[in-house]
């Protein structure tokens, strides 16, 4: 993984932070109104997902880390203005999800979030 981003946001902690399913330490890097964007199968492009807020986002963070199931950063990267990675995620029933994710930062902190994931089709949430 890579990179200190800014002076404060470090991406291999939230990515680390990801792996661990540590909602605790996602949350604190999120500015408190930040806007995540989630585009899949069921929320899709034309109306997707819309979580807001420190609080929307602290629920939503819970649920995905609360959830038995693995979490591999498999490629970051990273400028002064945003990020991005890719995970790939098991659930114990073998069911995978892909997601790649596009961070904005402000100010050290993430200021919006765009969420692509995809579930295999034969084993759905």
């Known amino acids: 993984?890579?990179?200190?981003?800014s002076s404060t946001f470090d991406l291999a902690r939230f990515c680390a932070a990801?792996?661990?399913r540590d909602a605790e330490?996602?949350?604190?890097?999120?500015?408190?109104?930040?806007?995540?964007?989630?585009?899949?199968?069921?929320?899709q492009?034309?109306?997707p997902q819309l979580v807001?807020?420190?609080?929307?986002?602290?629920?939503?963070?819970?649920?995905?880390?609360g959830?038995?199931?693995?979490?591999?950063v498999q490629h970051s990267v990273a400028d002064e203005?945003?990020?991005?990675?890719s995970e790939a995620c098991r659930y114990p029933d073998g069911t995978n999800v892909l997601c790649a994710t596009v961070l904005r930062l402000a100010d050290g902190q993430i200021?919006?979030?765009?969420?692509?994931?995809?579930?295999?089709?034969?084993?759905r949430q």
């Open 1 to 5: 993984m890579s990179t200190q981003v």
């Open 52 to 65: 807001r807020g420190r609080d929307e986002i602290a629920a939503w963070l819970r649920d995905v880390c």
């Open 45 to 47: 492009p034309g109306a």
């Open 25 to 43: 330490t996602q949350l604190s890097m999120y500015a408190p109104d930040a806007v995540i964007t989630i585009a899949d199968r069921i929320n």
């Open 111 to 123: 200021a919006a979030q765009t969420v692509v994931q995809a579930w295999d089709e034969s084993r």
């Open 18 to 20: 990801a792996e661990g």
């Open 81 to 85: 203005s945003g990020a991005a990675f």
């Open 67 to 72: 959830r038995a199931m693995s979490h591999h």
